[in-house]
Structure formats: structure tokens, C-alpha cells
């Protein structure tokens, strides 16, 4: 059976998925928790990320309750982006997270990464900020959903809320490749010792060599000095091509 993601009760099956319909009942068939099947219709476009979803077969329903590492996430899976497949890298990111931090997660989302770390370290305080309002609302929702009191969910531009905020001992940059990569905003927020979670895609000839040269740019405009503690690919997106992870600290 081809590779499908599932979020909740709901499946989504790859673009260009051929007969989809068969497929779609076989899922249904062979899992009875699934209730919903869709497949991409298109890329997830726009500042927003909001997914092209094609309708298959099972109940007509968008908005599902996906668990993860011990934590439960509410969302319509077309107006907000969630990627059930980076689930290891969020309780990655978690179990690294020292008691006492405080945690910025930019581009949060519904709040997975804001969440996994909140739930699953002793971070002080852990402030996830997105532009999607509908996504916000879910993050909101889903932090009252997980009582959890040391996480916050705010909506806005990243580049005019970080600076009211303070320093943080560690920031997540969940959202590779964007026109502006953001790391400038990143480093403004850091202090001695914050660690840095940058993403970025590669293909796997770039690797890791492309995004380091991206780091090294924009700590060299900021005149900060770094060092890389580690890399990782976190999530193969297509034939030879990645998204990775850089892990590195501000000296």
C-alpha cells in the first residue's frame, strides 16, 4: 500500500496519487480508527501554509484531534500545516531543553513544537508566535487542551513580536526557506549560550554545507560568533532532497 499521513482519524494521500479511490477504501478497510480520506491537491502555498486537499472517500470532516508525545493536537487539516512525520524531531528537540529555559518556537503553528517541549522538558516558559489566526486559535486551544500554564500562543509577525519579548535561552526556527530566512531576528533574541534549532532544504549534494554558509552569513551581519554542535536530516521531502536540522549556539 502506498505511503499515505495520517492526523487523527483522517489520511491524506501524496499528489498525483493514482486511483485514489481504491486506495482511500483500502485505507478505510484496513484501519478502523481512520474516518476520512483526502489527497493533496497542490503544494502548500502562501504565508499562511494552507493545504490543497481533494475530498476521497469516508466522512466529509476536516478537523480532527491528533495525539503525540503524550500530547493532543486539534486542527482542520487544510486551513492550518501540521506534519504528523516530524513527530520524532519535536521529542528531540524536548528532551534537549535544560529546566529553567526559556523557548522561543517561530513559525509554531497549532503549537506542536511549543507544546512537545512544553510537555515534555521543564522549561520555564515556552512562546510559540505565528501569522495564521486560525492556527493560533487552535495553538490556544490545544495549550488549554494539554494544561499546560508555562506555554503561549501569540499571533502576529515574528519580526515585529520577538523584540518585545526578551532573550531566550533557545529558539526553534520551524519553518525552512522562507524569502527572508529570519536568522538576523533569531540572533537578536539570543544571548551568550542560546541554541539555535535552524531549518532548512536541501538536496542531498548541498548538505549540510548550504545551510552552515546561511548561518555563517547572517552571524557574520550580526557580528556574532557561533559554533555547530550538530546536524540531522529531519524529513526527506522528495527524491534527494531534505529538511534538515542545525543545532548551534551563540558565543
Not at 475530498?55 to 500545516?81: A, P
Request: charged content about 30%; proline content about 3%.
Amino acid at each position: 500500500m502506498a505511503a499515505y499521513d495520517t492526523i487523527g482519524n483522517i489520511a491524506i494521500l501524496p499528489l498525483y496519487t493514482e486511483n485514489p479511490k481504491k486506495l482511500a477504501n483500502l485505507v478505510l478497510k484496513s484501519n478502523q480508527h481512520i474516518k476520512s480520506v483526502y489527497m493533496k491537491a497542490g503544494k502548500i502555498s502562501g504565508r499562511l501554509r494552507k493545504s490543497h486537499l481533494k475530498f476521497i472517500s469516508g466522512e466529509k470532516i476536516k478537523e480532527t484531534l491528533h495525539r503525540e508525545s503524550g500530547c493532543s493536537f486539534k486542527l482542520d487539516v487544510e486551513k492550518c500545516y501540521f506534519s504528523p512525520r516530524l513527530g520524532n524531531d519535536r521529542l528531540d528537540i524536548a528532551r534537549q531543553v535544560k529546566k529553567g529555559e526559556r523557548v522561543l518556537v517561530m513559525f509554531s503553528g497549532i503549537g506542536p513544537y511549543s507544546i512537545v517541549i512544553a510537555k515534555n522538558s521543564k522549561a520555564r516558559e515556552v512562546y510559540g508566535i505565528e501569522l495564521n489566526r486560525i492556527a493560533t486559535k487552535y495553538a490556544q486551544e490545544n495549550i488549554k487542551l494539554n494544561k499546560l500554564s508555562n506555554c503561549f500562543a501569540i499571533q502576529g509577525d515574528v519580526k515585529k513580536i520577538i523584540p518585545k519579548l526578551g532573550k531566550f535561552d533557545r529558539i526553534v526556527m520551524a519553518r525552512p526557506q522562507l524569502k527572508d530566512d529570519f536568522l538576523a531576528d533569531a540572533l537578536k533574541s539570543s544571548k551568550k549560550k542560546t541554541i539555535i534549532h535552524f531549518y532548512d532544504f536541501l538536496k542531498e549534494d548541498e548538505m549540510p554545507e548550504g545551510a552552515f554558509r546561511k548561518i555563517k552569513g547572517a552571524c557574520k551581519k550580526s557580528k556574532k560568533r557561533f559554533k555547530i554542535i550538530r546536524w540531522k536530516k529531519a524529513l526527506e521531502i522528495g527524491p534527494r532532497k531534505w529538511r534538515i536540522r542545525v543545532d548551534f549556539y551563540v558565543l
